[in-house]
């Protein structure tokens, strides 16, 4: 397990007090907590309030006060030349309620970057629920430029409960603030949730996973995330770097076979700002997605085929990690992510657990982008609806005939489980809508129809 990095401040105080430059003395968490939710702060001012009004205004799911002892707030402002320090502790003051804790620091050159203060709150959550012998005690994570929805925390609380190791927030801008983007910006932003919803919908069809049911979204990030104490630290905690730390750190909870949820009802509204605070971020995106726009030039993503021989592809080797298939199946995985054979046989021996199976699976795949299919978004877009309208109708038409057959609803047929392990399991589940997951053949010989009708 990595354990380099930075020094990490002791913990500080700030419910009704604050402390500058670290951690320290922090009273030990309530014994009821939670959730600890963690805050980069860096030269926000009086925005910072926007997201720290939405914490303190946390509900239940069924609209009731959440009791804001099952949840505390470590925010780190840190290499700050603004009020941003000023104005929390102004907030935490007159919110003496909101168990909101504010240290403020000044990282190292080098270090000064928003990896860096992730990786210090989070290990400062992780250590206090060491404190509480608290495993499953949850450390969620936001921004300073976001505001979370009113059952946010309600919502990760929920998910954990339900048996996820890790959640993925869904971060949507405003509808105020997609009609304010230039045209150049908007309708790139939008073909890509479009296809990226698309696209994940067809995947959850076509390989569906018990621990994250359709209807799902498809965002890792830092804005709106949560996970467990004790699979933050199997994870190996979260990367120091400078930018995209949060899809790093979803990487690793892949490959130490984590379940991840991506709950459509864990929401949270974020800036759309155009000058971000990172090397690459949202910010970024958008204003490259404007320079392609400005230019002409075509944006290219998978097309529908690619998406389903990937997604046929995991459920496949998923089947076989489970030893719901047998090795001989691995040619046919190999073919549908036009990789060798030989390589997709050492990938599975070497493997530890499902997640880095398939992370080392697609990396071999996407080293020869000839097997990608990549087409104009546009493109991509309108194959995606008909496969998906194809897929729904054959769904629903299955469905009805499975009630007819069984109108109790009795077991089905079994199916492979979810990936979200530490182990291979022989456990098997009957689950009737894996069974109707499109009759996709399981293990589509080279010359098999269905396999056929992938790659068309």
């Known amino acids: 397990m990595d354990r380099s990095g930075p020094t990490i401040p002791k913990r500080g105080r700030a ?3 604050e402390h500058r430059h670290t951690f320290q003395a922090l009273p030990a968490p309530d014994p009821s907590c939670e959730m600890i939710v963690t805050i980069p702060i860096r030269n ?8 720290l009004q939405a914490l303190e205004r946390q509900l239940e799911l069924d609209g009731s006060l959440l009791d ?3 949840y505390e707030i470590l925010a780190l402002i840190n290499n700050t030349t603004d009020c941003s320090f000023e104005v929390a502790r102004e907030f935490a003051r007159s919110h003496p309620d909101l168990r909101l804790h504010i240290a403020e620091t000044t990282f190292q050159p080098d270090d000064a970057h928003v990896g860096t203060a992730r990786r210090t709150l989070m290990d400062a959550a992780a250590e206090r629920f060491r404190e509480l012998a608290r495993p499953r005690g949850i450390i969620a994570a936001t921004d300073a430029d976001t505001t979370v929805s009113t059952n946010w925390s309600a919502a990760m609380i929920q998910a954990i409960d339900e048996g996820a190791d890790a959640v993925g927030g869904r971060i949507l801008f405003q509808r105020s603030q997609i009609q304010e983007l230039p045209q150049s910006i908007r309708l790139p932003y939008l073909r890509d949730v479009g296809y990226r919803f698309l696209a994940t919908e067809l995947t959850a069809r076509l390989d569906p996973r018990p621990n994250d049911p359709w209807p799902h979204h498809f965002q890792n990030f830092g804005a709106s995330m949560a996970v467990t104490a004790r699979m933050y630290e199997r994870a190996g905690r979260m990367p120091v770097q400078s930018s995209l730390e949060d899809v790093a750190f979803f990487e690793r ?14 929401r949270v509204y974020t800036s759309s700002r155009l000058e971000g605070k990172t090397t690459f971020g949202l910010a970024v995106q958008l204003r ?3 320079q392609q726009s400005d230019a002409g030039i075509p944006r290219l993503v998978p097309g529908a085929a690619a998406v389903a021989r990937r997604a046929v592809a995991r459920r496949l080797l998923r089947a076989i990690w489970q030893g719901y298939a ?3 199946h691995l040619p046919n995985a190999a073919r549908l992510l036009g990789v060798a054979p030989r390589s997709i046989t050492d990938v599975v021996e070497a493997a530890t657990t499902f997640g880095a199976l398939w992370q ?19 493109e991509a877009i309108r194959d995606l609806r008909l496969r998906l309208a194809s897929l729904r109708s054959e769904e629903s038409r299955l469905s009805a005939a499975d009630a007819r057959r069984d109108p109790a609803g009795s077991a089905r ?26 009759r996709i053949p399981l293990f589509p010989a080279a010359s098999a129809p269905g396999a056929a009708g992938l790659e068309d």
């Open 413 to 438: 047929s079994a199916s492979p489980a979810d990936g979200g392990d530490f182990q291979r399991s022989g456990t098997r589940q009957s689950d009737g809508h894996r069974r109707r997951s499109a």
């Open 44 to 51: 926000e001012g009086a925005g910072v309030i926007a997201s």
């Open 326 to 328: 047998g090795s001989e």
């Open 288 to 290: 490259e997605w404007q």
């Open 68 to 70: 804001p002892a099952r």
């Open 15 to 17: 419910s009704t007090s």
């Open 360 to 378: 080392d699976a697609t990396l071999l795949a996407d080293q020869d982008h000839s097997g990608l299919g990549v087409v104009p978004i546009e």
């Open 253 to 266: 909870l892949e490959r130490a076979g984590a379940r991840i949820r991506r709950p459509m009802d864990v």
